[in-house]
């Protein structure tokens, strides 16, 4: 358990995998909160405001941003927080965007990044577009980024799959026996 005794459950996976959705779901179920993607509001307003996505330079502020948003949120949460994403996402990002390149203080950090347990969503839910999402055929191999990254770093997680009733019912399992032991 992290420092703060608040469970730190991470929801992670390729684009467009219900990771919000399955976020908000569990923070409803356990009566807590959840983290909301930092990055997805940044890069929707620097879309909206100049037409531009995501460069190297906004790799540090996204991570910084996601970091404050936690640790603001925690402070109200109850035993348990969901993070919708995290450095290790930024980081994955960063190398599969930008011709395998991340800055080596994000490495860092996602090496370092202390979560408790990661729920990997799985791409069997359709893609949906939206302004930001870029990828919908690269599904598959960055799902296998996403495992082997948290198989490198040896990061506990769970591959969660099926609709979000199926996702839903499975996570809270895995959670109230292998992480809160209920």
């Known amino acids: 358990m992290s420092k703060n005794k608040c469970i730190r459950i991470v929801l992670i996976g390729p684009e467009s995998t219900g990771k919000t959705s399955l976020a908000n779901h569990l923070?409803?179920?356990?009566?807590?909160?959840?983290?909301?993607?930092?990055?997805?509001?940044?890069?929707?307003?620097?879309?909206?405001?100049?037409?531009?996505?995501?460069?190297?330079?906004?790799?540090?502020?996204?991570?910084?941003?996601?970091?404050n948003l936690e640790k603001k949120l925690i402070k109200s949460a109850t035993n348990v927080i969901f993070c919708d994403t995290n450095v290790v996402v930024t980081q994955i990002w960063s190398q599969t965007h930008f011709n395998g390149y991340c800055s080596p203080e994000i490495l860092k950090a996602a090496k370092k990044s202390n979560y408790d347990f990661y729920l990997l969503t799985n791409i069997d839910v359709p893609w949906q577009k939206d302004d930001l999402r870029d990828r919908p055929n690269d599904r598959k191999k960055m799902l296998k980024i996403f495992q082997k990254t948290l198989e490198t770093y040896n990061f506990p997680y769970k591959l969660i799959s099926g609709d979000i009733n199926s996702r839903l019912k499975s996570s809270i399992e895995i959670i109230d026996r292998r992480i809160l032991n209920l």
């Open 27 to 67: 923070a409803e179920h356990y009566k807590t909160k959840y983290v909301p993607e930092f990055a997805r509001g940044y890069l929707q307003r620097k879309w909206n405001d100049n037409n531009e996505v995501c460069g190297l330079d906004d790799l540090p502020i996204i991570v910084n941003g996601q970091k």
